[in-house]
């Protein structure tokens, strides 16, 4: 069975960046016709795609993140990662690493556990 | 950009039937997506391309689609069933995954 585990920093300052790694197991992330993404919640608040990744040549964001935001895969970890540049409060969320379906018709059809990301100095 | 529309809140009786909408212009030429998010929890599918369930969602949960507002329905919705609700398309034109506002179902 699939699952996905993201890591990294709980805590990050206003101004830097937001690096999360989620971690593949129960199956490979590498070209087999699923996109990987991020969303991410704010406290409270709706659920918000962030981007998505099926290679390293299809990439593809959320136009109000596209200037500060970078994902990338490693298949030979069988993970892959998000970057968040200059980080304000705003970026306060919980953030989910997903399995998007890819295709015509689109859906998650697998969510990690979420990780708690505060901006705070 | 495109905005998916749903109720900020919804709240049924135990037994009743709940009713919970997403729309927008034409939704009926997209394929949606429902989850169900409970507090503290990541969202669960329960509903995709319209009208299908995964395994181990209840046959109470259903959805359909047409002109502009899709909706899921829960027939004799139970007090377990209270939670958020998101609607999703994929915007093809635009590459990009959208998601309603959510709903809050209320099992009164």
């Known amino acids: 069975q699939l699952q996905l585990q993201e890591s990294g920093p709980g805590l990050v300052k206003p101004s830097e960046t937001l690096s999360l790694t989620c971690n593949v197991s129960g199956g490979s992330i590498s070209r087999n016709g699923f996109y990987w993404a991020w969303i991410r919640q704010p406290p409270g608040k709706g659920l918000e795609w962030i981007g998505n990744i099926y290679d390293s040549w299809n990439i593809y964001y959320n136009p109000s993140l596209k200037s500060r935001v970078a994902i990338s895969v490693d298949t030979s970890k069988n993970q892959f990662s998000l970057k968040l540049s200059s980080v304000t409060a705003a970026d306060t969320a919980v953030y989910y690493c997903a399995r998007d379906t890819g295709g015509s018709w689109r859906w998650i059809d697998s969510w990690g556990q979420g990780t708690l990301v505060t901006v705070s100095s | 950009s495109y905005v998916l529309t749903q109720p900020p809140s919804v709240s049924v009786a135990p037994g009743k039937t709940a009713r919970i909408t997403c729309g927008v212009n034409n939704i009926e030429t997209k394929s949606v997506h429902w989850y169900q998010q409970k507090p503290g929890q990541a969202p669960v599918l329960v509903v995709y391309d319209n009208s299908d369930r995964p395994s181990g969602i209840p046959e109470r949960f259903s959805g359909s689609n047409s002109g502009n507002t899709a909706t899921l329905t829960i027939i004799r919705v139970e007090a377990g069933d209270e939670a958020d609700y998101y609607c999703?398309?994929?915007?093809?034109?635009?590459?990009?995954?959208?998601f309603g506002g959510g709903t809050k179902l209320t099992v009164l």
């Open positions: 999703q398309v994929w915007h093809s034109s635009n590459y990009h995954v959208v």
